[in-house]
Every structure is written in structure tokens, then in C-alpha cells.
């Protein structure tokens, strides 16, 4: 093998190494924003599940019968705050609540919380 052989496979082992360090840091820097994802999600999870366990927990002291604070077209409070979330794309449901609603899909359980409990008053 001549000396510029050597020399030209060198410079070109050398470019390789160059492009997969690249291409190393790259997936070592979508891993970390992936974690970062994974915990926010885990984190927003958590909070929504408190939220609307909070929220069932205020809503729950069976004042269906007293309950003329709502008048027409007005929801109670704690219903509204399920609807925002809801509408922010998240499901409220037990089925799968806290999870996003993925392309804003509608849930029928969802639904049935948010509408079947307006329907009841
Ligand atoms: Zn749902």
C-alpha cells in the first residue's frame, strides 16, 4: 500500500469519526430533551389527576337537590374547571384522565362527565 493510500483512507476514517461524533451528540441531546419531556408529562399528569380528584372531591357532597346556583346556561364552577381542561385537550375521564386527548379527539366518557352531569341538575 503506497503512503498516499494510507494517508487518503486516514483522512477519510478521520471525517467518518467526525460525522458520527456528530451524529452522537445529536441523539445524546434528543435523549436528554426526551427525558426533560418524559418528566414534564409526569409531572403535568400528576398535577391533573390531583386537580380533578380535588375537583370530584368538591363536587361530590350530593348538592344536587340544592343546587339552584345554577341558572340557566351557567355551570357550577368545578364543572367548568373540567370543561376548561377538557377543552385545553386533556381527558377528565377515569378511563384514561390526565392523558392527552391525542388530535383533540372526542371522548365519549369525557363527554358523558361533562354533559351527563349538566343534563342531572
Ligand atoms: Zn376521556
Avoid at 426533560?36 to 337537590?65: G, S, T
Avoid at 340557566?72 to 368545578?78: L, T, Y
Wanted: hydrophobic residues 30%; aromatic residues 6%; glycine residues 6%.
Amino acid at each position: 500500500m503506497e503512503t498516499r493510500d494510507i494517508v487518503t483512507r486516514l483522512n477519510t476514517l478521520s471525517e467518518q469519526l467526525g460525522q458520527m461524533q456528530t451524529e452522537l451528540e445529536t441523539i445524546i441531546d434528543e435523549w436528554g430533551k426526551e427525558l426533560i419531556k418524559n418528566q414534564d408529562l409526569q409531572m403535568e399528569n400528576h398535577y391533573l389527576r390531583e386537580r380533578v380528584n380535588q375537583l370530584l372531591a368538591n363536587d361530590q357532597p350530593e348538592e344536587k337537590e340544592a343546587a339552584p346556583e345554577e341558572k340557566d346556561g351557567q355551570r357550577s364552577p368545578a364543572l367548568q374547571n373540567l370543561l376548561n381542561i377538557y377543552e385545553d385537550g386533556f381527558h377528565i375521564c377515569n378511563i384514561s384522565y390526565g392523558q392527552r386527548r391525542e388530535n383533540a379527539e372526542q371522548c365519549m366518557f369525557c363527554l358523558d362527565i361533562l354533559y351527563g352531569m349538566e343534563g342531572k341538575r
